[in-house]
């Protein structure tokens, strides 16, 4: 599994960016794609969900109606959009996913990150 995430720079505040994940060692389009971020000194927190035919998103109250997330499957790519940034949306972007083995009884879930992409909002 490899994710690798692009678009990442800086921006002033009340600018636009979109980040980029390209997926790969894996059937994309039966997969659920995260986007989460990590401020200095901040804990890893999740950004925005899309289920894995990209028919529901779910975002953190914080970045409702100013970011949004989406797919193209044919691509595998997930794609977040962020408007009306903030000084506070500065952090590591990071694309995730989740693999979910079920065995008998047991139940062991993988968890898979890119890189990061650094955004920094500042004027």
């Known amino acids: 599994v490899q994710l690798v995430e692009s678009g990442g720079g800086l921006v002033q505040p009340g600018g636009s960016l979109r980040l980029s994940c390209a997926a790969s060692?894996?059937?994309?389009?039966?997969?659920?794609m995260n986007w989460y971020r990590q401020a200095p000194g901040k804990e890893r927190e999740l950004v925005a969900a899309i289920t894995s035919a990209g028919g529901s998103t779910n975002y953190a109250d914080s970045m409702k109606g100013r970011f949004t997330i989406s797919r193209d499957n044919a691509k595998n790519t997930v794609y977040l959009q962020m408007n009306s940034l903030k000084p506070e949306d500065t952090a590591v972007y990071y694309c995730h996913t989740r693999d979910t083995v079920v065995a008998g009884r047991t139940v062991r879930e993988y968890d898979y990150w890119g890189q990061g992409t650094q955004v920094t909002v500042s004027s």
């Open positions: 060692g894996f059937t994309f389009s039966s997969y659920a």
